[in-house]
């Protein structure tokens, strides 16, 4: 049993934090009561329907469920029309997708978040040798970096008063750096100096990691295109692939036709039976979402009490993606840790973690996924490459109980061994 080997003194710690945490929990619970209400809302008004759930083949025509799947999307959102789909394999496919739908030779775009993560900069072309990236497809890039944790907002606004930028992009959450995620109210501000000096640039947000977390999204303040994976946030752990992109319908017009061909759009696309635990996970989204952040306010606080000061959010700050970071000072206690979390996992809990190449990852990283559906962060990941500061990236727990006991056990094993 997981409770027989978790530390007595870190279960007193744990009842503890009940008290502490009550507030910081209250204020999750309500964010998630206001999205539930918007999603609930979204299922009504659109008259869902069991029917809706039909398995449609072949060339996927007249499907009516993913059509009223897709409405819900926008309107949650904060778009006018969206895209969802099974076809979408991840949040870099939708990504990429998006960008090579919208960019086309000789346009510039720009990152007004700095270097984006790994996976996206062999996309984008700043590493690689790879023929189909934007890059080598003559599409520009340049990229403006964060100041202490926020836009750049005069570089910004002047770069763009030169109306030659044809999209910026924004990365709302962290990713694999050391740097805050940013909120809702930073990205709204940025929006409306943008739009003071130029109002042809499309403004594309990555919002992997970020949905549910705050009552209002991207789209709500003005973003033209916005872009996640239904294996984190809105696929609720239920939805077992899948990505959506949600903007102005003219751009999800161009995307569309992207994804299946000029004519075409979004008429077509069977959707593999998978309707039901798309609409499932939707609904289920703002309580999963709920549940991995009072799982990451849990992490940080029982980290900070212990003498980890290096996390990040700390348990009483705002949040505005799952993501956790915490720095555990050396090799053995980020490969106990993590071996921790994976023997809590329901799922592959007798896998040994230990560092080891991963392609793409210029180190050695340790990873615990024991998930049902292979790579869903939403349901708890923890993963690290295997250097200093030696600093874990965890995100997930889809219930806040079985959140807590993986901690317990990831700092139990950093305890006793």
Same mark, same amino acid.
């Given at each position: ?7 007595? &003194? ?33 299922? @009504? ?34 778009? &006018? ?40 900069? &062999? #996309?984008?072309?700043? @590493? ?75 403004? #594309? ?46 751009? @999800? ?89 994976? &023997?809590?996992?329901? @799922? ?5 973690? #230990? ?38 990236? #965890? ?23």
């Amino acid at each position: 049993m997981i409770l027989d080997q978790i530390h007595p &003194e870190l279960l007193k710690m744990a009842q503890e934090s009940d008290v502490v945490l009550k507030d910081v929990y209250d204020q999750i619970d309500q964010v998630c009561l206001e999205n539930t209400n918007k999603v609930l809302s979204a299922f @009504i008004e659109n008259r869902v329907s069991y029917s809706d759930f039909a398995d449609i083949n072949g060339y996927g025509n007249y499907d009516e469920g993913r059509d009223k799947l897709e409405r819900m999307f926008a309107f949650i959102l904060g778009n &006018e029309d969206a895209l969802v789909r099974p076809q979408i394999m991840s949040g870099t496919n939708a990504l990429y997708l998006t960008l090579s739908a919208l960019l086309k030779y000789g346009d510039t775009m720009i990152s007004l978040t700095g270097a984006p993560y790994d996976s996206l900069q &062999e #996309m984008i072309g700043i @590493i690689g040798t790879s023929t189909q990236s934007l890059k080598a497809n003559g599409v520009k890039y340049e990229q403006i970096d964060l100041v202490d944790n926020d836009f750049d907002d005069e570089t910004i606004v002047n770069r763009l008063k030169e109306n030659n930028v044809k999209l910026v992009e924004i990365q709302r959450s962290r990713g694999y750096s050391s740097r805050d995620s940013l909120t809702i109210a930073k990205i709204e501000r940025i929006i409306q100096k943008i739009r003071e000096v130029n109002q042809e640039v499309i403004i #594309m947000v990555d919002n992997c990691y970020g949905e549910l977390v705050e009552t209002r999204e991207p789209g709500h303040v003005g973003a033209d295109v916005v872009v996640g994976s239904l294996m984190k946030n809105l696929g609720g752990g239920i939805a077992a692939t899948g990505g959506y992109i949600a903007g102005n319908k003219e751009y @999800i017009h161009m995307v569309a036709e992207r994804l299946t061909s000029p004519g075409i759009g979004k008429d077509l696309g069977a959707n593999f039976n998978l309707n039901n635990s798309f609409f499932k996970g939707l609904f289920m989204a703002p309580n999963a979402v709920k549940n991995s952040l009072k799982t990451a306010v849990f992490s940080s606080y029982m980290l900070e009490k212990l003498g980890f000061k290096n996390v990040s959010p700390r348990y009483n700050e705002p949040r505005t993606d799952i993501i956790q970071t915490l720095e555990l000072g050396n090799l053995d206690n980020l490969v106990r840790f993590t071996q921790g979390i994976q &023997e809590a996992s329901p @799922i592959d809990s007798f896998v040994k973690v #230990m560092p080891a190449p991963m392609p793409g990852y210029p180190f050695d990283e340790v990873m615990a996924a024991g998930s049902f559906t292979q790579g869903s962060t939403i349901e708890l990941s923890a993963d690290a490459p295997c250097v200093e500061p030696y600093t874990l990236y #965890m995100q997930g727990g889809l219930t806040t109980e079985y959140g807590k006991l993986s901690i317990l056990l990831a700092l139990s094993k950093m305890m006793n061994d």
